[in-house]
């Protein structure tokens, strides 16, 4: 039980415990899907940080159909005719694949043969529709190319805050697979390049075009958290950036003012961008820093063949993900690394540095891991390191302030100031889980107590013996703090006083030290006594003397008492050596030399250090009550002056 008390109470079990609470707490906030908002936005602004190929140009050219166009062709849709008419100027201009983003489910009469005549003898031609029954919002594809490969679906993945990030391969009914648009587009411009899709010989469950592998996103990726990832989804990463095509307009095709440079052997991809038809979608756009911005249809079907091309010729794979254990892992890391660097932290600005520290670190690791391919989670890392320091630092700023409360209540009242900031500025070696640190110190222990008090204070009136007895106190302990002792108790009319408390010293040079300030400490007693008695005689007082008894040796040094009470004192044979001293005799005024008022007993330890810096009197070897062996003691006798 002690040794889990122990445990319980130290700094390192402290910072252990929240760094678990706070990680689990985050991980438990993150699994509610809490934070895939602020994770998805720091996936975007990745994306736009993230250092681009500058070598790289998709073939890929958009041709547009915009609301001036829609005025000048004076009809929407467009009929049959002027959608044949636009596709084969295109393909006059021998373009790889051509992908018409407009619903043809039902004739537009005129030209409703020339498009079928067209579309069915240009297999490069690739048309769209929309998945599911019509009932339920799908659109058809154009009767001609129903039952052909010619035909992908445009539907697009939006997620919860309303922006595109995910883009589709397949979607499936229990009995029908549909292509994706952008896939049999991409997919057809690759068939020249000897590029198909197959199965990853290594990982069956994902599909392999070119040289990159693309696994299905599944709920739990990334941020996501029970994402509804039907079908076979991938994550949009945009590696050379959501680019600008080159675009031109329908309007330019029926001019001739195309080079064929912009359409040879390229992907090119028609579609509407016209306000009034609202073929738009919300996304993060990277190409010019980013943000968040409406992209029409055709484009975004162009980001997404462009990323699958990209992948297929470069080999630039999706992102990757670590499973849950890895990232619960890198997230209770962050909060146990949180909790360690509060230990540290010393104050508000090292705070604020080492806070700012840890996020640019965290940003910093996480954005290298991006350029790398894989996703860390970024935003709960930030949040478990900033907790756990947040936490432990509070705990560390409340600890240090009980622990200075307590250094106040024990020795503030019986040291001098400048003491009691030292002691204040070294208190890590006082403490022991949060109590005083019980320790062997080599001091001099230094009692005092007046002779006869007890008659002069039974003939005294309570308010004038407290007034006497208090300057009496008073005077004592300045002197004592003035010569560094440490006043360890009040006993009535006695005190009593260490020095070399509470720190240990180093040398024998500061215990010869501490021995001649508490002897120096007597005499000045002595002194004090003298200018006392004088002020006792003008008052009618009763003149007292005094008896000092010094011994110094090894004592143990701690607090003593309750949580109610307490107080840091010396207990042990030296202890009882410097009483025994001072009470010598008491019964006998012959114990006193003369007509001094005091009385200065100290032990051979003491002697062995202050010889020759005072006359010493040689008692002898004394018998004292309490203690079987006689002890040596000596009588210091200071000069007149």
């Known amino acids: 039980m002690r040794w889990l008390r122990q445990c319980w109470s130290s700094s390192i079990t402290w910072g252990l415990a929240m760094s678990l609470v706070i990680g689990a707490l985050v991980v438990g906030v993150r699994t509610k899907g809490w934070l895939e908002p602020l994770e998805l936005a720091a996936y975007d602004l990745s994306l736009a940080i993230e250092p681009k190929p500058s070598d790289y140009a998709p073939p890929i050219t958009l041709i547009t ?273 949180g909790s360690v660097s509060g230990l540290l932290v010393g104050g508000i600005w090292s705070f604020i540095a080492v806070a700012f520290g840890g996020f640019l670190l965290i940003g910093t690791l996480v954005l290298w891991a991006f350029v790398l391919g894989w996703w860390l989670p970024s935003v709960p890392a930030m949040l478990a390191w900033g907790g756990a320091l947040s936490l432990m630092t509070a705990y560390k700023v409340n600890k240090e302030k009980r622990e200075r409360q307590l250094v106040e209540r024990v020795f503030s009242p019986y040291v001098a100031p400048e003491v009691a900031q030292a002691i204040w500025l070294n208190c890590k070696q006082l403490f022991d889980r949060g109590r005083l640190r019980p320790q062997m110190l080599v001091v001099t222990v230094l009692f005092c107590d007046l002779e006869g008090f007890t008659p002069v204070a039974e003939s005294m009136d309570p308010e004038r013996l407290m007034e006497w007895l208090n300057a009496y106190m008073d005077e004592m302990t300045k002197v004592i703090m003035d010569h560094g002792g440490v006043i360890d108790d009040y006993y009535g009319d006695a005190i009593k006083a260490n020095f070399g408390v509470p720190f240990p010293r180093a040398n024998e040079m500061a215990i010869r030290d501490d021995a001649i300030n508490a002897v120096r400490c007597a005499v000045a007693m002595e002194r004090a006594m003298n200018d006392m008695q004088a002020r006792w005689w003008e008052n009618q007082w009763s003149a007292l003397r005094l008896r000092i008894g010094i011994c110094t040796g090894s004592v143990m040094a701690g607090s003593l008492g309750s949580a109610w009470r307490l107080k840091y004192t010396t207990v042990g044979d030296t202890v009882n050596i410097a009483a025994r001293l001072e009470s010598l005799h008491k019964e006998s005024q012959a114990s006193f030399s003369g007509e001094r008022v005091c009385r200065i007993l100290i032990a051979e330890s003491t002697k062995r250090y202050v010889e020759g810096l005072w006359s010493l009197y040689d008692l002898g070897e004394i018998q004292v009550k309490g203690k079987q062996q006689v002890i040596h003691a000596y009588r210091v006798v200071p000069s007149a002056g």
Do not use: C
């Not at 992908?99 to 067209?118: E, M, S, T, V, W």
């Not at 919002?137 to 309303?162: H, N, T, W």
């Not at 249809?297 to 699958?308: E, F, N, R």
């Not at 010729?313 to 990757?320: F, Q, V």
């Open 65 to 337: 159909i915009t609301e001036a166009g829609i005025q000048r062709l004076r009809h929407w849709p467009l009929t049959d005719a002027m959608l044949a008419t636009v596709l084969q100027l295109l393909l006059d201009l021998s373009p790889r694949v051509i992908g018409f983003d407009i619903y043809r489910d039902l004739p537009i009469p005129p030209g409703h043969a020339q498009f079928n005549a067209l579309v069915r003898e240009n297999r490069n031609v690739v048309g769209i529709m929309k998945y599911g029954p019509v009932a339920k919002g799908g659109i058809a594809p154009p009767p001609v190319l129903k039952e052909s490969d010619q035909i992908g679906f445009s539907d697009m993945v939006v997620d919860a805050d309303g922006l595109v990030r995910r883009g589709l391969f397949f979607l499936d009914d229990g009995h029908t697979i549909s292509s994706s648009f952008a896939l049999v587009v991409a997919l057809r411009y690759l068939e020249d390049e000897g590029i198909g899709l197959v199965p990853d010989p290594l990982v069956p469950t994902s599909l392999k075009i070119g040289r990159t592998t693309f696994p299905p996103l599944e709920p739990n990726d990334g941020a996501y958290v029970e994402a509804d990832t039907r079908g076979y989804q991938f994550l949009l990463d945009f590696p050379h950036g959501t680019f600008m095509f080159p675009t031109y307009t329908a309007e330019d095709v029926l001019d001739g003012k195309i080079p064929m440079e912009a359409i040879r052997d390229r992907i090119v991809l028609l579609g509407v961008v016209a306000e009034g038809v609202k073929d738009y979608f919300w996304m993060a756009t990277h190409h010019d820093g980013w943000r968040v911005q409406r992209v029409a249809g055709v484009k975004l079907h162009g980001d997404m063949v462009s990323q699958i091309v990209h992948a297929a010729l470069l080999g630039n794979p999706p992102r990757r993900f670590w499973d849950d254990r890895g990232e619960s892992s890198w997230i209770i890391g962050w909060a146990a690394l």
